[in-house]
């Protein structure tokens, strides 16, 4: 008995690490509280108070999503039902400049913002019948612990005619994984627009270019805005019962039919033998979003709420995408 509680003992030790924020995760407190007060019941101004901070969290999931969805490196024709395809994959990602004026975007990242991200991926892909193809993308967010999963559906409404260009419809849905404190999710459905050319034997190039409406849904945990408390007593509570509850809060949910970012894509694909090659760009446009600034002033008898809208001009994502794989 005593062996087995050495084991487990070293077991535990080996396998909980210490957890480890990497430069490019995410730190969503840093965008503030958008709570004015500490806790309801309280009259005291949360220190972190950010009156924009519902606009922030809004503003910065629309934009990774759009970094999420970058990709899409295939023609609008299909595999052919008994065809599949394995591609590895690198987008690399121009982000916004750090900043909250001028529509700019802030990402919360743990260390400051770089210009640019490196997604490199894995995808999948399986022919099926009546012009159908099934695919999976995993791509890791580099230098971070979070990773952007992605499963489609792709239809060619037309495809293989002489005369006539290759049209198809894809359906796909992106979710992060490893991000802490919210959840993430983009889906989208795509046309697109290719022609295949022979060059001879075995070789083909085929240009295709397309649109891409991506709905975004985001939605946070209820977040600890002072990361410096110390836990009480339980034995000994404090006097006032909302004193748990200061500095606490969540962001306003981000729903997907009210968020659409517009990708527009173009790329060409080389298939030599088995040996796929591809390049591709896309810009995201993200629009404008409404944001609501609300304040609180003390009066001498109450609190005096205001608020105030205006539109928010999001920046455009521009990402440059290659593939190297195999077709068989």
């Known amino acids: 008995m005593r062996t087995f509680s050495r084991w487990m003992a070293l077991a535990v030790l080996v396998g909980g690490p210490a957890a480890y924020a990497d430069r490019n995760d995410f730190v969503i407190t840093n965008l503030g509280n958008p709570n004015p007060v500490r806790a309801a019941g ?24 759009a970094v999420m969805t970058s990709a899409n490196l295939m023609p ?71 990773f ?37 999710t983009a889906a989208g459905l795509d046309v697109g627009v290719g022609k ?26 209820t977040l600890d805005f002072d990361q410096s408390r110390l836990l009480t007593d339980p034995s000994n509570p404090p006097p006032n019962p909302y004193t748990y509850l ?19 894509y173009g790329g ?13 760009i896309s810009l995201s446009s993200q629009g404008t979003i409404p944001v609501t600034r609300t304040t609180r002033t003390q009066g001498e008898t109450e609190v005096i709420v205001t608020t105030e809208t205006r539109d928010r001009a999001l920046p455009a994502v521009f990402a440059f995408n290659t593939t190297l794989g195999l077709d068989f």
């Open 246 to 264: 200061d500095n606490t809060g969540i962001y306003e949910p981000v729903k997907l039919g009210e968020n659409i970012n517009t990708r527009f």
């Open 268 to 280: 060409v694909r080389f298939i030599g033998g088995a040996l796929q090659l591809g390049a591709e």
């Open 76 to 146: 609008p024709e299909t595999l052919g039902h008994a065809g599949f395809a394995v591609n590895a994959e690198l987008s690399v990602i121009g982000l916004p400049s750090p900043g909250r004026e001028d529509g700019q975007v802030t990402l919360p990242t743990e260390r400051t913002q770089t210009d640019s991200l490196l997604l490199p991926s894995v995808h999948v892909r399986k022919g099926l019948p009546f012009s159908l193809e099934l695919g999976a993308r995993v791509g890791w967010i580099d230098r971070s612990s979070m």
């Open 196 to 221: 295949q050319f022979p060059l001879g034997g075995m070789v083909t190039l085929t240009p295709y270019g397309g649109i891409d409406l991506v709905g975004v849904a985001a939605n946070s945990d």
């Open 42 to 65: 309280s009259t005291e101004f949360s220190a972190n108070f950010n009156p924009e901070a519902n606009g922030d969290f809004r503003a910065f999931t629309r934009t990774f999503a």
């Open 148 to 184: 952007a999963t992605t499963g489609e559906l792709k239809w060619a409404v037309n495809e293989g005619f002489t005369w006539l260009p290759d049209i198809g419809v894809r359906a796909h849905v992106t979710r992060l994984l490893g991000n802490k404190d919210f959840d993430l």
